[in-house]
């Protein structure tokens, strides 16, 4: 009897948690919202999300919603030393099949969730204003990727899971510039078949020349 040929389990047939089909629900709710869905077709595409058992089963319920991208906001300068009451808060970042950015000055609560699944997704924290000492982004791509962009004065914590992909922290371009007040951000999630990076940069504008001297 000849030797079985070991398989790689496929992500697609991955179980999927109760975060995943919130991150799938909200996508119908705001189709829905924009009017790409009807009454009808959002109540039977939430039955199916919440009915869903793995990847493969998610994917197919928004493969024609294909999510607008959004415009990247003008940076401005300097930073506000507080962030002012217009300045918007997002408490999570999702892409399907497409691609989503969070760059210039925004709002970051202590708990914000990212989620790629076949797209990209970028949480720029350079110009961003932290609500907390502490943040947490709970952080997770299945083919597609998460990148996690800090300033010098950030402290980070990377705690994720590959699953024949890549979670971590990628070199930085800027050298640390840390004290015992630098806020800390915790990176959490998984990574299957995609990659899910952090990596420390200077502040937008920088000149190209100089990120590679350190």
């Given at each position: ?16 948690s ?28 939430l ?53 989503c ?15 790629a ?17 502490e ?21 980070v ?11 971590g ?46």
């Open positions: 009897m000849g030797e079985m040929e070991e398989r790689a389990p496929d992500p697609l047939s991955m179980r999927v109760h975060a995943d089909r919130e991150q799938v629900a909200e996508v119908l709710r705001v189709a829905a919202g924009e009017g790409r869905l009807d009454l009808d077709e959002l109540e039977e595409r039955d199916l999300t919440w009915a869903a058992k793995t990847y493969a089963d998610l994917v197919p319920i928004t493969h024609d919603l294909q999510p607008a991208v959004e415009p990247r906001p003008q940076v401005p300068s300097p930073r506000p030393a507080s962030a002012p009451h217009h300045v918007p808060e997002h408490l999570s970042s999702r892409s399907i099949m497409g691609e950015k969070r760059q210039g000055v925004w709002r970051v609560p202590a708990q914000h969730t990212a989620f699944l076949m797209g990209s997704v970028l949480i720029d924290l350079r110009e961003a204003v932290l609500e907390s000492h943040t947490r982004i709970q952080a997770s791509a299945v083919m597609g990727e998460v990148k996690v962009v800090v300033p010098a004065h950030v402290h914590v990377v705690d994720g899971t590959p699953v024949m992909g890549d979670y922290q990628g070199k930085d371009k800027v050298p640390a510039a840390l004290g015992p007040d630098s806020p800390v951000v915790r990176v959490q999630g998984v990574a299957v078949m995609g990659s899910v990076q952090v990596q420390r940069l200077p502040p937008p504008g920088t000149p190209k020349k100089y990120l590679g001297t350190y």
